[in-house]
């Protein structure tokens, strides 16, 4: 069907992956970075400082016929990273592969924190976890894909991102070239507004069997890495030669030649798993010759994050309509 795709570019090494996203009439563009992990639809704007901002594209409400200010309405956003923005919404027309929504709650940056104004591949964020975690007041607001979703032939969306090269995301529809086994499906728990779902258990390497235990998390495509409970992550590093907890660089690093083993995790039952490369484990050079793991401890955040180095290894289908979420080898 024609329905709708958005390619995903990866910025930074596969840091984050942004889509471009037109706003307004005329349209203006962005990079914005699809976020399962978070509900609002932010983009810089004209009402930023100028030292708060450092090459980004700026939205402009007052240079779009169809822009209309959300009066007495404000937004507000904490990340699990520390970093943060905040400003006022307007309601635009917002285009994304293909797919319109008119009058989609635009949230426009007035404060963002620094690391946003570093990064400069990035324009903005776009939410697709569930409304009950945006944070705009007085009311929350949809996103843009729940917005968008009556008018889709499917009540899903897909992610299928790939490792040092352009991803895509596909809305209403399910490509089935797109993925070589069949998609095995998990119950997803929205009660906190995230795509948090269970993995029955975890293989190291080449090992036939799963370690049986529960990695309750959420999938969140704006976080980079694989964010597991310690146990898990202990288990992972006994078998990847040298490796150690570096106070320095707060993670498991291990010598930049070292061969790091393939990390599986099992959907449904356990009869499907996904299995990360090692490849993919060996997430960057610290610059001294020892190499950052892929794989780090989820401590503090009360939840695993399957992130990026984990999505970009599987044909990830987010179903909103039956609260699955969808895993399949590519
Ligand atoms: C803006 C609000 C969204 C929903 C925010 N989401 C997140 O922080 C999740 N996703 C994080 C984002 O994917 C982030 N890495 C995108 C980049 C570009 C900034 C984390 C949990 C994996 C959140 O839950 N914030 C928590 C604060 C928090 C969360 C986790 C750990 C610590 C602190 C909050 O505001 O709760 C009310």
């Not at 995301?169 to 998990?186: L, P, Q, R, V």
């Not at 299995?275 to 939840?303: K, M």
Request: proline share 5%.
């Amino acid at each position: 069907p024609d329905e709708d795709s958005a390619d995903a570019e990866p910025q930074l090494g596969d840091e984050e992956w942004t889509v471009p996203v037109s706003i307004g009439t005329p349209p203006q563009g962005f990079k914005l970075d699809l976020d399962t992990g978070s509900s609002d639809l932010w983009v810089f704007s004209t009402l930023l400082s100028k030292e708060e901002v450092n090459g980004q594209s700026l939205y402009d409400p007052n240079k779009s016929t169809t822009a209309a200010k959300m009066t007495g309405y404000t937004w507000d956003c904490h990340y699990g990273d520390g970093s943060f923005s905040s400003g006022y919404i307007y309601q635009d027309t917002v285009t994304i592969g293909g797919v319109t929504v008119a009058k989609q709650p635009v949230e426009v940056a007035k404060t963002v924190a620094p690391q946003f104004t570093q990064d400069t591949a990035l324009d903005g964020l776009v939410g697709l976890g569930f409304w009950t975690i945006n944070t705009a007041e007085p009311k929350k607001q949809k996103t843009f894909f729940e917005n968008a979703a009556p008018n889709l032939e499917k009540g899903l969306f897909t992610a299928d991102l790939k490792h040092e090269a352009p991803g895509s995301y596909n809305f209403g529809w399910i490509d089935e070239n797109a993925h070589a086994s069949n998609i095995t499906y998990a119950d997803v728990d929205s009660s906190d507004g995230y795509w948090m779902w269970t993995s029955p258990g975890y293989a190291v390497g080449d090992a036939k069997g799963i370690n049986k235990t529960a990695i309750r998390g959420i999938t969140d495509t704006g976080t980079t890495l694989l964010l597991l409970p310690d146990d898990v992550v202990d288990t992972y590093y006994g078998q990847v030669d040298g490796a150690t907890w570096a106070e320095e660089w707060s993670g498991y690093v291990f010598d930049c030649n070292t061969t790091v083993p393939d990390f599986s995790f099992a959907v449904d039952n356990g009869t499907a798993k996904v299995t990360v490369p090692g490849e993919y484990l060996n997430y960057a050079e610290n610059g001294d010759g020892t190499c950052y793991g892929g794989i780090q401890s989820d401590y503090g955040v009360g939840f695993s994050i399957f992130g990026d180095i984990a999505i970009k290894s599987a044909f990830v289908v987010f179903d909103q309509q039956n609260l699955k979420l969808g895993w399949a080898s590519k």
